[in-house]
């Protein structure tokens, strides 16, 4: 008995597979030059589509580096100002490069550079970029390295964008504080340009007061000098504690008797403030102390700017070009005879799916069951393409 099923199982299968091999030779043509046509058909489009080509320069992100002498001036200065100042990290160094090669301004400036809004045939600004958004890619390796690609139909115009993006990067970084050095630079410029207005001011309020009898007998020159030039002794000691706090401890002699020191002028200042001149030559003396107060801190501030210049040069360019973007010779479209014959298996594919659905659907007639199942198949179908059938018993 089983031995019968065996049998009639097997016989089923291969009464299966006849009709699997029927059906292929009953439309053999179809399926043999179905697909050659269409892969004919699409290799002859794509000689239609436009060559593209990719150019792809390399640079290298600027690393972190360590605090130095001006640095540590520049902590203290911030902290005498109530400022701050912190430097970016290295590990959001690319990260933020990045950023600011897919930043709007360097879009606009390279929309501009190259024409691309009378390129591309757009009206706004907006959709340029757009463009310029599609063919470009930036990405980071896993070495740290920063490739900007530009694909374009022009090989020379693909090198020519993809250099554009390292030198916006390069004039933007000049424009932005960035790295540490340039951020000292930059609180310093603003915290000079303060200095300087508010020595003018301080020069103009001394000429307006007028010099009396009286104070040029107190001689404030004597008592203003003295005033300034211990607030100067005290910011240059402060500076130098600032320093040493980077590489000695606070029980190191030189550092605690620096910090003695530094306590000695605080002390001999107090004593200072406290001789104060009669009240008809306070005015005098307090304005010529505000005048060279202002004096020795725009001179600071200019020594502390130079410094951080220096700085700046010694860290050299902040991008480092590692690869220059050449015209490339090679054509980033796909090959036309992989075309081809992608096209040749996915119409394959696709004709031997229709003929084996086609066959099914007129199998399905000797069959009650069958026919049934394809009748809700075809309503279904039907419903999805003509959704009005299903309101048409309603309107009635």
Same mark, same amino acid.
Not at 313 to 336: F, I, M, S
């Given at each position: 008995m089983t031995d019968n099923n065996y049998l009639d199982q097997v016989d089923e299968e291969g009464i299966r597979w006849l009709d699997v091999l029927q059906t292929l030779s009953e439309n053999a043509r179809l399926l043999f030059f179905g697909p050659i046509v269409f892969a004919l058909v699409i290799w002859g489009l794509s000689w239609l589509v436009p060559p593209k080509y990719e150019a792809t320069t390399a640079i290298l992100p600027p690393q972190q580096q360590s605090q130095g002498m001006a640095a540590a001036a520049l902590a203290q200065l911030s902290a005498m100002t109530g400022m701050g100042g912190g430097g970016t990290s290295a590990g959001g160094q690319a990260a933020m490069y990045i950023g600011l090669l897919k930043s709007r301004t360097v879009a606009d400036r390279l929309v501009d550079r190259f024409g691309l809004m009378r390129m591309k045939e757009v009206k706004t600004r907006e959709d340029a970029r757009e463009v310029l958004e599609r063919v470009t890619r930036v990405v980071q390796g896993r070495d740290g390295i920063i490739s900007i690609s530009v694909i374009s139909k022009i090989p020379k115009l693909s090198s020519d964008m993809a250099n554009a993006y390292v030198h916006e990067l390069t004039v933007l970084s000049d424009r932005l504080a960035i790295t540490e050095a340039q951020e000292r630079r930059v609180f310093l410029e603003k915290e000079l340009a303060k200095a300087k207005d508010g020595l003018t001011k301080a020069e103009v309020a001394l000429g307006e007061s007028g010099i009396s009898e009286g104070a040029l007998k107190f001689n404030p020159a004597v008592l203003g000098q003295g005033l300034a030039t211990l607030k100067a002794q005290i910011m240059a000691k402060e500076l130098q504690l600032a320093s040493m706090r980077g590489y000695l401890s606070e029980n190191n002699m030189d550092y605690r008797l620096a910090r003695e020191e530094l306590a000695a002028l605080r002390a001999q200042m107090t004593k200072f403030e406290r001789a104060e001149p009669s009240e008809a030559n306070a005015e005098y003396v307090q304005r010529y102390r505000d005048f060279k107060y202002h004096e020795v801190l725009f001179e600071q501030l200019a020594k502390q700017l130079e410094l951080a210049k220096l700085?700046?040069?010694?860290?050299?360019?902040?991008?480092? *070009?590692?690869? *220059?973007?050449?015209?490339?010779?090679?054509?980033?479209?796909?090959?036309?005879?992989?075309?081809?014959?992608?096209a040749w298996l996915v119409a394959g594919i696709v004709l031997a799916g229709y003929v084996f659905v086609r066959h099914t659907f007129k199998a399905s007639g000797q069959n009650p069951e069958d026919a049934e199942k394809v009748a809700v198949i075809r309503a279904g179908f039907l419903r999805v393409i003509k959704p009005w059938q299903r309101r048409r018993p309603m309107a009635r």
């Open positions: 700085d700046e040069l010694r860290e050299g360019p902040l991008v480092q *070009v590692v690869d *220059v973007a050449v015209p490339p010779e090679r054509k980033t479209n796909l090959h036309k005879a992989i075309i081809a014959l992608i």
